[in-house]
């Protein structure tokens, strides 16, 4: 009996002027030339004006240097959830994979991910990821992983993101029908979910690391603020008004992002390492 093919996918790849066009060119043949199973398309959604060097890369994947292309070009920077889901909106697959423009996918990535999606059984699938940075090799960092099955996504849901951003594969018309990306700073992805899940999308995981992360000095940095808890704060009402907690739930997300917004970038990133990420659920 013949093998049935995968199903032919896009990968979204977001841009903006502080990405390095080293790191990207990297990223972009990560998903695309170096993958066992190479996407249909790829869709890089450049939020406002880039420089130079990233405007030579993105020359040179609208000639086709990567296979089929799209570039799509915006003359102001709007933010994360507005290129993304412009990028959704003209994907011609059902089937989207989300990437970053410096991290790394690893080679077999798409071909572990993409039949999984085959055969109507899933919407929605992330893996496990490993950091790198400058100073550690791909392959060496610390393990990020999620909960695998359906069951543990949903049980999870409530309490933190259950997908890492940038391994997520999925149905497009399912995330439309949810409403797509919508603007909540740095918490968009983690809204998509919840809307997904509660649309009766099917979810999970694997537990096989499947793509590199990028971390950097300033990524706990980053996760900290009173912008940050503005916007978990705006997520948790949502989450209330939905039924996704209850009003204990609310008051105890809210206490634990507060105290982990609020610290120092080091502290934050002792509180990730040693309280969030070793009891995130591991591969049975």
């Known amino acids: 009996m013949n093998e049935v093919a995968p199903p032919p996918f896009t990968v979204v790849m977001p841009l903006w002027r502080g990405d390095r066009a080293d790191r990207f060119r990297a990223a972009a043949r990560s998903a695309t030339l170096e993958q066992d199973l190479r996407p249909a398309h790829l869709i890089v959604t450049v939020d406002g004006p880039v420089g130079p060097e990233l405007d030579r890369e993105l020359a040179g994947i609208e000639t086709g240097e990567l296979g089929p292309a799209l570039v799509l070009r915006h003359d102001r920077h709007r933010g994360l959830a507005p290129a993304l889901q412009d990028a959704l909106d003209r994907a011609e697959t059902e089937i989207i994979a989300r990437a970053d423009a410096d991290d790394l996918c690893r080679r077999d990535r798409f071909a572990r991910q993409i039949p999984a999606l085959a055969d109507g059984q899933l919407d929605l699938l992330g893996c496990a990821m490993q950091e790198f940075s400058d100073d550690v090799a791909p392959g060496t960092g610390p393990?990020?992983?999620?909960?695998?099955?359906?069951?543990?996504?949903?049980?999870?849901?409530?309490?933190?993101?259950?997908?890492?951003?940038?391994?997520v594969v999925m149905r497009a018309p399912v995330a439309l029908a949810a409403g797509g990306y919508r603007e909540l700073d740095h918490l968009e992805d983690y809204w998509l979910w919840e809307r997904m899940v509660l649309a009766g999308a099917r979810c999970g995981n694997l537990p096989d690391v499947l793509v590199d992360y990028r971390v950097d000095e300033d990524l706990f940095a980053r996760r900290g603020g009173w912008g940050m808890l503005a916007s978990d704060l705006?997520?948790?009402?949502?989450?209330?008004?939905?039924?996704?907690?209850?009003?204990?739930?609310?008051?105890?997300?809210?206490?634990?992002r507060g105290a982990y917004r609020l610290v120092p970038g080091a502290a934050r990133r002792f509180v990730y390492r040693t309280f969030v990420e070793p009891f995130s659920p591991r591969s049975r």
């Open 143 to 167: 393990l990020r992983r999620r909960p695998l099955s359906h069951e543990e996504v949903v049980a999870y849901l409530p309490v933190h993101s259950p997908f890492h951003h940038p391994t």
């Open 234 to 256: 705006r997520l948790q009402r949502i989450f209330l008004r939905d039924r996704v907690i209850g009003p204990w739930g609310f008051v105890r997300n809210l206490a634990s």
